[in-house]
Every structure is written in C-alpha cells, then in structure tokens.
C-alpha cells in the first residue's frame, strides 16, 4: 500500500492535530502537504465525546475543512455494532448520543439490551453503579475504546478506559471493544476509503491499527507515546510524518 490518490492517510486527533482542539505545530501543514498531492486524508479518533460537527468546527478553526464522512470515530464505530431499536444505557457525551441516536438506538435507563461506555466527564459512582448492574443482569457490554488516558495541554486525564476499567471490575466481565486498533473501526474506515497509511501517537492503538490494516505506521511523539518499534516513520508532528511516508 502507499500514499497515493487512492489509498489515504488515516490521521489520529488528539495527540496529532491537536490537544484538547489547541493545534499542535505542523498539523495544518500536514493536512495541506497530502492534499496538495491528492491524497485523500481521514481522520480517525477514539474519543468518542465531541459530535461530528464539534470536530468539524475545530478543524475548520485550523483551516482545514472536512466533510462528515472524513471523519471516524469510536462512537460510529460502536454504533455500527447495534441494530435499530435496540435499548441501550448509555454512559458517554454527546458525541455518543449522537452516533447512537443516528442508527436508531433507544437510550434508556431501564431494560436495556445493551451498556456502551465512552469518555465522559460526568461519571460518579452512581452511574457506575447502574452500568455494573445492567452488565450482571445481562447486557451486552460496549466500549467505544479503552485507551487509558487522553493526552491535554495540562497532561494526562483519565480516559475512556479508566470509566470502562471501573463498570468491569464491578460487573465482573470484560467489555467489546469498538474502537481502534479493533475490528469493527477496521470496518468503518475501509468502508470509506482504501488506506495507504496511520498517523498517529500511540503505538498500542494506532501502531496495531495500522497492523490490523496491514499498512505502515508513522508515529507522532506526544505527551502519551509509547515505544515505537514497529513504526515505519517517527516524527515530532503531522507534516514530519507526512513528509516522511511520501519521501
């Protein structure tokens, strides 16, 4: 695979593009050197909180213009795993909300078929307590991700693992996860276009991302990288990389 018109470069968010919407050096740049050349770009995430059109406003903040369907995230990635009418409770924000809502799932608080958990900041011990319940009682169990940490300007913060981490450890059971570098996002962005490469910061997620793809892997350093050693590219920012994959 290479980085051509027709294969794109999957572009992580947070860590790449930015912190916590702050635009990190050379990513403008970055998005502007790959479209220069025709090379289509889809920006992939795991958090699952912001809706489409919050991240759409931010990249447009930064001059760099996308359509809905240039972006994936965790939260449609889960959502593609659900069918219409299904009920769900949900712990998340409103960009789960919103991917649940679009395929026709029910959020409910009561007889649910389903618990799927993405980062929220809104999660105390009483809603852990009721997603533990549902998952004991039965429900299927859904994580948008399980990265540990999210990576901000003030350093790390928990999470969406963190919250999965909890409601499993008091349910008693692992969850699916929907999420890079799993399946189901595997799915969700080959859907929309061939890849030629990941660009992103953790080698635990996007390095295995790009493996399941079978693609090469550059690594952006950020306040979570880990170690690289599979990556094809390291570089301090999005346009390195990118400078990089298309030498």
Not at 123 to 143: K, Q, W
Not at 179 to 197: D, I, N, Q, S
């Amino acid at each position: 695979m290479t980085l051509d018109a027709t294969h794109a470069c999957v572009v992580d968010l947070d860590g790449v593009v930015w912190l916590s919407g702050a635009p990190l050096p050379g990513a403008t740049d970055g998005v502007g050197e790959l479209r220069r050349r025709g090379i289509p770009v889809l920006f992939c995430t795991n958090n699952a909180s912001p809706t489409i059109s919050q991240l759409r406003e931010r990249l447009a903040a930064m001059g760099i213009e996308a359509t809905p369907r240039e972006i994936a995230t965790s939260a449609e990635s889960a959502a593609s795993l659900l069918a219409p009418g299904q009920r769900a409770f949900v712990v998340g924000a409103d960009g789960l909300g919103e991917a649940l809502d679009a395929a026709g799932v029910e959020r409910t608080e009561d007889a649910v078929d389903v618990v799927v958990v993405g980062l929220t900041d809104r999660f105390d011990y009483e809603m852990c307590d009721r997603a533990a319940a549902h998952v004991r009682d039965g429900a299927r169990f859904l994580a948008t991700n399980t990265d540990a940490t999210l990576p901000t300007p003030r350093g790390l913060r928990p999470g969406a693992g963190a919250l999965v981490a909890a409601i499993a450890t008091a349910a008693g059971r692992q969850p699916e996860v929907a999420g890079k570098p799993e399946a189901p996002m595997c799915r969700l962005v080959l859907e929309r276009t061939a890849v030629g490469a990941v660009v992103g910061d953790r080698a635990t997620t996007d390095g295995r991302f790009a493996a399941a793809l079978g693609v090469p892997f550059a690594h952006v350093a950020s306040a979570v990288s880990e170690g690289a050693a599979s990556a094809a590219v390291r570089a301090t920012s999005l346009l390195e990389a990118v400078l990089a994959l298309c030498a």
